[in-house]
Structure formats: C-alpha cells, structure tokens
Nanobody, 115 residues
Framework: QVQLVESGGGLVQLGGSLRLSCAASTNIFSINAMGWYRQAPGKQRELVATFPRIGSRYYVDSVTGRFTISRDISKNTVHLQMNSLKPEDTAVYLC?????????WGQGTQVTVSS
C-alpha cells in the first residue's frame, strides 16, 4: 500500500507559475513510476508527466518546455514545476504512483489559471 499526499496548486494568473508536490509513504525507489494526471471538466483524464524508476521522463506535448517533473529522494517526494501557465492548464491534478501492478492516487489538487 502506497499513500500519496499532494500539496501546492491554487489560483494563478496567465503566465504565472505553481509547484505541485506529492509525498509518498514509502521509498520511491521501490515505485516503478510516479507522476501526474489532470482532469478538466468535461474532458478525459490526461497524463501530464511521468518520472519512471528507469528510463526517461515523459511530458505530454502541451506542457513540454513549460513543466518540469523532479524528485527528492530524501523526502520520497515528486514535484511538478509548472511555468508559463495557460487557462487550458486549469484542471484537478492527481498524483499517481505505480508499484507491483497497482496504481495509487493522491487526493487531487485544483489548479486554476485565470486570463
């Protein structure tokens, strides 16, 4: 069982920045991948960024160059730095962790970008 606690998010103006954090209850070296999905009203859930245990980080095309996913191993935490935010980034952002074939979810945090 992996528990995930998210922090960050909020309301920001067009072009602003936010940082999301996701703290895991276990050593993140034991987790195959961590990252973030987002879900906007009326839209499908979308994978935003992934930090795999092995391999390259992944970003959806729409955030490439603006968002950066990183991890702090000492704190078992993954961060999502979001810069140059746009109104279309408005969504609930959900941290996930995939381990031993099971996907775990954070509680979700709202990100709202005003124009």
């Amino acid at each position: 069982q992996v528990q995930l606690v998210e922090s960050g998010g909020g309301l920001v103006q067009l072009g602003g920045s936010l940082r999301l954090s996701c703290a895991a209850s276990t050593n993140i070296f034991s987790i195959n991948a961590m990252g973030w999905y987002r879900q906007a009203p009326g839209k499908q859930r979308e994978l935003v960024a992934t930090f795999p245990r092995i391999g390259s980080r992944y970003y959806v095309d729409s955030v490439t160059g603006r968002f950066t996913i990183s991890r702090d191993i000492s704190k078992n935490t993954v961060h999502l730095q979001m810069n140059s935010l746009k109104p279309e980034d408005t969504a609930v952002y959900l941290c996930y962790a995939r381990s031993t074939g099971t996907t775990y979810w954070g509680q979700g945090t709202q990100v709202t970008v005003s124009s």
